[in-house]
């Protein structure tokens, strides 16, 4: 619990210190055609987030998400997906998507900032359980991985150019990770959930430089689930 709090509290003070930090998107768990998931929350590195995910047929989803935050941050993706239910109450998904974001990260020391544009091409398999006897919980795990480039401009960020530019700019590529748990419970259709998630940003250009990334991200939010062709 204390190593817990100490990594909560770290996420909170360097919230304003990196470009991209973990997307707390929602694991919907689709378990059939016209199932339709809303999610929206909050989360400890200050941003508001929706998602939205939908079941085409009873093997086809499409998911959609968005999140705004402090310090000029947005990221929003799209994905349709693949799914599979189980007769002991469990769901496969798996995603591949597209995803757009700004990002801006600020430095102390020099001072300076990191700021810019990236984009995500990735991969997403979700695992979980759905209505357990348990508070009627809902939980699972989920793994996002893919191609991440940015555009970023230094400014003064890694070390003091000017006061007034010319700034460099960096154009990289790099391979995202990022593992995501999930637990939510309540009524049928109306959920509280909490998330919790990670991530790595593996450079392959310029390896000497990193990307200021937060390495840890919770989210707390409202689930509401209907099918809508029967409710």
């Known amino acids: 619990m204390k190593i817990f ?4 509290l770290i996420t909170i003070m360097t919230s304003s210190c990196c470009v991209y930090h973990p997307q707390t998107i929602d ?4 378990k059939q055609k016209h199932d339709l998931k809303l999610d929206a929350g909050i989360s400890i590195i200050p941003s508001a987030n929706a998602t939205i995910s939908y079941g085409l047929t009873n093997k086809i989803a499409i998911q959609g998400f968005g999140t705004v935050g402090s310090d000029d941050r947005w990221y929003f993706q799209i994905a349709p997906g693949i799914y599979k239910t189980y007769k002991n109450q469990t769901v496969s998904e798996f ?9 801006n990260a600020y430095r102390d020391a020099n001072p300076g ?3 810019g544009n990236f984009q995500i091409y990735f991969i997403q398999y979700n695992f979980g ?12 795990f989920g793994l996002k991985t893919g191609y991440f480039h940015s555009n970023l401009t230094d400014q003064n ?4 150019y000017s006061e007034n530019g010319p700034y460099a700019s960096y154009n990289e590529n790099s391979i995202l990770v990022e593992p995501l748990a999930f637990a939510r419970f309540g009524g049928k259709k109306l959920k509280f959930n909490i998330k919790m998630e990670i991530c790595k940003i593996i450079k392959i250009t310029n390896t000497d430089r990193y990307i200021p990334t937060c390495v840890l991200n919770i989210g707390l939010g409202l689930n509401y689930s209907l099918n809508s062709k029967k409710d």
């Open 5 to 8: 709090l100490i990594g909560l």
């Open 95 to 103: 995603y591949a998507g597209f995803g757009s974001g700004h990002g």
């Open 113 to 115: 900032n990191m700021f």
């Open 157 to 160: 960020y890694y070390r003091f």
């Open 27 to 30: 694991i919907p768990l689709i």
């Open 129 to 140: 359980k759905y209505q357990s006897r348990f508070l009627n919980m809902d939980y699972g």
